[in-house]
């Protein structure tokens, strides 16, 4: 093997997707509610983004940011439009979406704050990527260590309240980064209360808010965009996971007053948005955008969310089922690994969160039918790993 060991790979192996499904060497078909980590949206093999790549893909795929690329301001448009931000910056992943608004947080705090040592807050059980900045201001112990000397200007509030934000607060502070749901955390969405609180403290204490999109984006929740449901306006946010379907892109949008910021010079990537990436976000960007779309995504996150509560409840071993939109977690009382694994047998995929949460992320375009079969084989699942944990006991009881 020449690959660094860096992750723990299941030995399945897809060869091909369509919809919401992967068949396997042996044509097995799994139903897929991992969606790649939340990237699928649209479903494997969308015939409109097919087109779409495969018509650039013979016509041009890379001229770099030195020249004008007209597809790159339609997607802007279509994303200023639908978050009501100003500006957007192209990039590649949620990482260096992540990086540019900590970049942009920390030159706003210079020049319009007078802040001399710029300081970010995140929050413990948060997510933010795998470079050295992100990592640092990543909430998750175990993404850092060993990474040490990490970068100045991050402080990590331990929950996701103002009493906590304050306490770490300081004259440099100058913006405040969250996940509105906390994915790889484990599925946590954030108290509507707090966001409220957050927001006003941010205004009355000249601090920014930047909120990471990259998992929530897109979609995900039911809105273009989580903070949407909260009637809230960030200064930043991040994209990357659902933007490209599986392209690699990122965006980092804000607002008009720190546009120009990013003068001439101050930020730059070589790949970001270039233009196969462009055509096929186009193509998401107009398909999210047609008529009942997101709608369609917010019903079936209800019901998704409603009939998973109320089949899971008679069973102990499930704590929580919690989530927005299509972003579904399901805390269980020990380790997910065995369930996830038994639910891969059975022919649905499904991914870990945290340590004791299955988290379901189905394509936005998933059927009725087909989350009523993804309830029956989860509740199934749950009840034979309930049934065995009672024998063992029992066992254990007996010997
Ligand atoms: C996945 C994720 C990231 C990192 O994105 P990459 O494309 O892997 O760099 C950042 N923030 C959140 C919330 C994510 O879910």
Not at 200 to 227: H, K, P, S, Y
Not at 249 to 278: C, R, V, W, Y
Request: hydrophobic fraction near 40%; charged fraction near 20%.
């Amino acid at each position: 093997m020449s690959l660094f060991p860096n992750y723990q790979r299941d030995s399945l192996t897809f060869v091909k997707g369509r919809g919401s499904y992967l068949y396997d060497q042996s044509g097995k078909k799994y139903l897929d509610f991992g969606s790649g980590i939340g990237v699928t949206n649209l479903g494997h093999a969308h015939p409109k983004l097919v087109q779409s790549l495969q018509q650039q893909a013979a016509s041009l795929w890379h001229t770099s940011n030195l020249f004008t690329q007209p597809a790159q301001e339609e997607v802007a448009n279509l994303l200023t439009q639908a978050s009501q931000l100003d500006a957007v910056f192209f990039c590649n992943s949620g990482a260096e979406a992540n990086e540019a608004a900590f970049k942009l947080a920390r030159k706003w705090g210079h020049e319009v704050k007078g802040v001399t040592e710029p300081e970010v807050i995140t929050f413990s059980r948060s997510f933010h990527g795998r470079t050295i900045a992100t990592l640092t201001a990543t909430g998750q112990e175990k993404v850092k260590k060993g990474f040490s000397p990490l970068p100045a200007g991050f402080v990590i509030a331990p929950e996701l309240s103002l009493y906590a934000v304050e306490k770490v607060q300081s004259p440099q502070t100058v913006a405040v980064c969250l996940e509105l749901v906390q994915g790889e955390g484990g599925v946590y969405p954030v108290p509507a209360t707090f966001i409220g609180q957050l927001v006003a403290w941010c205004q009355a204490n000249q601090i920014l808010l930047i909120i990471d999109e990259v998992q929530t984006g897109m979609g995900r929740t039911g809105e273009w965009f989580a903070f949407q449901h909260y009637g809230v306006k960030p200064d930043i946010i991040t994209l990357a996971k659902g933007m490209g379907n599986g392209f690699p892109i990122g965006a980092m949008l804000a607002t008009s007053e720190l546009k120009d910021l990013f003068s001439p010079g101050s930020h730059g990537t070589t790949f970001g948005g270039n233009p196969l990436a462009m055509a096929v976000a186009k193509g998401v960007c107009e398909l999210l955008q047609e008529p009942s779309f997101l709608e369609q995504v917010k019903k079936k996150g209800q019901m998704l969310l409603a009939h998973l509560a109320q089949s899971l409840h008679p069973l102990q071993i499930v704590r929580e089922v919690r989530g927005l939109g299509f972003m579904i977690g399901i805390e269980l009382s020990h380790p997910a690994t065995d369930a996830i694994s038994a639910l891969r047998c059975k022919g649905l995929i499904a991914l870990p969160a945290g340590d004791r949460v299955i988290r379901l992320l189905p394509p936005l375009i998933v059927t009725i039918d087909e989350l009523k079969k993804a309830v029956d084989l989860i509740y199934q699942t749950l009840s034979v790993e309930e049934e065995m944990g009672e024998n063992d006991a029992k066992l254990e009881i007996s010997e």
